[in-house]
């Protein structure tokens, strides 16, 4: 339904014929919801501030963004900041086609 190319280290992966690889369905969401938050810039301020109240604003702004993708379910995105583990956050969020997507956010 969705496809994208694979992204790495912020480069295009290719295989081993030297073609780009793609990538698909919830993979392909992933990526782009990972590209959106890296270019909301809000990551870096997370990085920059360590203010509970600042940082509890913008993981509010970046749930609002990951919501705002048409792929994902509104209110069913979570961002928790890891036990014992400052700075680093798991995100989960429904897609309607695909299930759940999780990854982690390092600020």
């Known amino acids: ?5 694979l992204i790495t280290d912020n480069d295009i992966t290719l295989d081993a014929g030297g073609n780009p690889r793609l990538v698909s369905d919830l ?3 992933t990526q782009d919801i990972c590209n959106m938050i890296r270019d909301t810039g809000l990551l870096v301020e997370l990085m920059a501030n360590r203010d509970s109240l600042k940082t509890a604003e913008n993981l509010i702004k970046i749930k609002i963004q ?3 993708d048409e792929r994902i379910v509104p209110g069913s995105c979570q961002i928790i900041e890891l036990a014992g583990q400052p700075g680093i956050f798991n ?3 429904t897609t309607y086609d695909f299930g759940d997507l999780a ?3 390092e600020a």
């Open 66 to 68: 990951v919501e705002d």
């Open 1 to 5: 339904m969705y496809f994208d190319l």
């Open 91 to 93: 995100l989960t969020a």
């Open 27 to 29: 993979p392909c969401i």
């Open 103 to 105: 990854f982690t956010l």
